[in-house]
């Protein structure tokens, strides 16, 4: 059977888990385990970041220095690399790698093989709707919310934008910063949206977005490199619903794609399965 793997020239996830290397397959009392591939059981709960506390002073100068340290930003389309996630959702521990395209607007596109044979899983689209597909067992969840996929894999309910936003510390298409403020220990933030707060602090000698409030999601960031940072913290800001860390590895940017990375090559005697099957199986939220 053909499948969509190196669409991306090669561009695949790789997740090690320990149940699929013992043959556990698509089943009534083990179809959660693809799940797994992208997340599988591991890792510890990190200390909380450090951010400013209080309102901080007004500083305008804050304004500048987010233009400056989201200058890489200007211009990106597409974006492709290699992500190692950790951490918690709920009571499950998270951990896997994968290799993830993004493109605009909203284009997405993540694959999952096991240590051999075809990919165990296959999620693409465009436009926050999506395709979900194993191959392995002809099942396949068509055009749905991409949020909603998320979710139920991940309990990170992001668009496809949102990711890409996120991931990158760009935090907004075309950014107005404004209110301005700053604190002791080097800190400013400026707002972004009504519902998006970037953070600023020197790392290695450069202003860079440190932290993130986005939405529901606290956002950190570390490792910076050539304006990227290399790892981000997401957790939710309600307490202990979700803690998960984003290594970035292999990133490329504006990297031509075949458009047909954001798209599913379906069988056509796939079993179609739908988003309530997927909430039974897939219980990252303490289902």
């Known amino acids: 059977m053909a499948t969509d793997r190196g669409v991306f020239g090669g561009f695949v996830v790789r997740c090690i888990c320990r149940d699929l290397?013992?043959?556990?397959?698509?089943?009534?009392?083990?179809?959660?385990?693809?799940?797994?591939?992208?997340?599988?059981?591991?890792?510890?709960?990190?200390?909380v970041p450090h951010r400013p506390e209080g309102p901080g002073a007004s500083d305008a100068s804050a304004e500048a220095a987010f233009q400056s340290a989201a200058r890489h930003c200007e211009g990106l389309k597409t974006l492709t690399s290699e992500i190692r996630l950790s951490g918690r959702a709920g009571d499950e521990r998270?951990?896997?790698?994968?290799?993830?395209?993004?493109?605009?607007?909203?284009?997405?596109?993540?694959?999952?093989?096991?240590?051999?044979?075809?990919?165990?899983?296959?999620?693409?689209?465009?436009?926050?709707?999506?395709?979900?597909?194993?191959?392995?067992?002809?099942?396949?969840?068509?055009?749905?919310?991409?949020p909603d996929v998320l979710e139920r894999l991940t309990a990170l309910?992001?668009?496809?934008?949102?990711?890409?936003?996120?991931?990158?510390?760009?935090?907004?298409?075309?950014?107005?910063?404004?209110?301005g403020r700053s604190w002791n220990g080097g800190w400013s933030a400026v707002s972004l949206e009504s519902n998006i707060t970037a953070y600023l602090?020197?790392?290695?000698?450069?202003?860079?977005?440190?932290?993130?409030?986005?939405?529901?999601?606290?956002?950190?960031?570390?490792?910076?490199?050539?304006?990227?940072?290399?790892?981000v913290r997401i957790r939710s800001k309600e307490a202990g619903r979700?803690?998960?860390?984003?290594?970035?590895?292999?990133?490329?940017?504006?990297?031509?794609?075949?458009?047909?990375?954001?798209?599913?090559?379906?069988?056509?005697?796939a079993e179609r399965i739908t988003l309530n099957d997927l909430r039974a199986i897939a219980p990252l939220r303490g289902q």
């Open 94 to 146: 998270l951990r896997g790698t994968l290799h993830a395209g993004f493109g605009t607007p909203s284009a997405v596109r993540f694959e999952a093989v096991a240590p051999f044979g075809p990919p165990v899983f296959i999620l693409a689209g465009r436009n926050n709707r999506a395709t979900l597909l194993f191959p392995r067992d002809k099942r396949v969840l068509p055009d749905v919310a991409l």
């Open 201 to 231: 602090h020197p790392q290695n000698g450069s202003t860079v977005v440190a932290a993130a409030d986005y939405g529901p999601w606290l956002i950190d960031y570390a490792d910076y490199l050539n304006g990227f940072p290399r790892t």
């Open 242 to 269: 979700v803690d998960a860390t984003a290594r970035l590895d292999q990133l490329e940017i504006n990297v031509a794609l075949d458009e047909r990375a954001f798209s599913v090559d379906v069988p056509p005697d």
């Open 21 to 47: 290397a013992n043959g556990l397959r698509f089943s009534a009392a083990a179809s959660a385990i693809p799940f797994y591939a992208l997340l599988v059981l591991a890792s510890c709960a990190a200390r």
């Open 157 to 179: 309910a992001l668009s496809g934008d949102d990711a890409r936003l996120v991931l990158t510390g760009c935090l907004a298409e075309s950014p107005h910063p404004s209110n």
